[in-house]
């Protein structure tokens, strides 16, 4: 089975601090796309960043940045110098072309 | 977390033609709701569907393009009528339910 686990239901991070979100996947596909987004409270779904499967180098998008390991089947989102408008809950995904799996979420507060 | 089947995972339609989604999840939650992507892009929210009442819409969306059904707790559909090319996309549902969001595996629409 095809399953992605944040294994943190809430964090939560000063205001100019880093923060490090979790997710870990299983899947058998070789080929695939992984996903952060964002949701607000408008439950609108903005993507945060997204890295190709048979990349090795980590994506970047500003103060967002992944740490992919393939192997480990590892995709943490880590969020540098942050700010009051990150807070919302932060969703990871796997695409595999067909179909997407998302995980359970993590509400993001910052502090500050 | 609830367990959603969405069907169909991907379809092929002609331009002119409608296409009903399905989304079965396996608890009553409350909240539906009716996500669009396009290549690239971020989710975007097309309707909130509640049981016993008109779907919410988004800016940009309409009930006559998108018609949504929200028969009882368990269930809802989403239509894509008269579609056009631009309207191929992946299509997802999702529920809110009382320990977080869970997401459909998605319909991947083409249409020709």
């Known amino acids: 089975a095809q399953t992605v686990t944040q294994s943190q239901p809430e964090m939560s991070v000063q205001e100019a601090e880093t923060v490090t979100l979790s997710c870990t996947y299983d899947?058998?596909?070789?080929?695939?796309?992984l996903f952060w987004y964002k949701q607000p409270p408008s439950r609108q779904m903005i993507l945060v960043i997204r890295?190709?499967?048979?990349?090795?180098q980590n994506a970047t998008e500003n103060r967002f940045s992944v740490n992919f390991q393939k192997a480990a089947k590892s995709f943490s989102l880590k969020i540098s110098d942050s700010q009051l408008g990150d807070t919302a809950m932060y969703f990871c995904a796997f695409f595999t072309g067909n179909q997407f799996y998302f995980g359970t979420g993590t509400s993001l507060t910052v502090i500050p | 977390s609830a367990v959603i089947s969405q069907k169909p995972s991907r379809d092929i339609c002609q331009r002119g033609t409608s296409l009903t989604i399905q989304c079965q999840v396996d608890s009553q939650v409350t909240m539906m709701f009716w996500y669009r992507q396009q290549p690239g892009q971020s989710l975007t929210l097309i309707a909130t569907?509640?049981?016993?009442?008109?779907?919410?819409?988004e800016s940009g969306f309409v009930i006559d393009k998108f018609p949504i059904s929200r028969p009882n707790l368990t269930f809802s559909t989403l239509t894509v009528s008269n579609m056009s090319p631009e309207d191929s996309s992946i299509y997802l549902c999702?529920?809110?339910?009382?320990?977080?969001?869970?997401f459909g595996s998605g319909t991947r629409l083409t249409v020709v």
């Open positions: 999702s529920v809110e339910g009382w320990n977080g969001y869970t």
């Open positions: 899947t058998s596909e070789s080929n695939y796309y």
């Open positions: 890295q190709e499967a048979y990349k090795q």
């Open positions: 569907a509640n049981q016993g009442s008109e779907a919410t819409y």
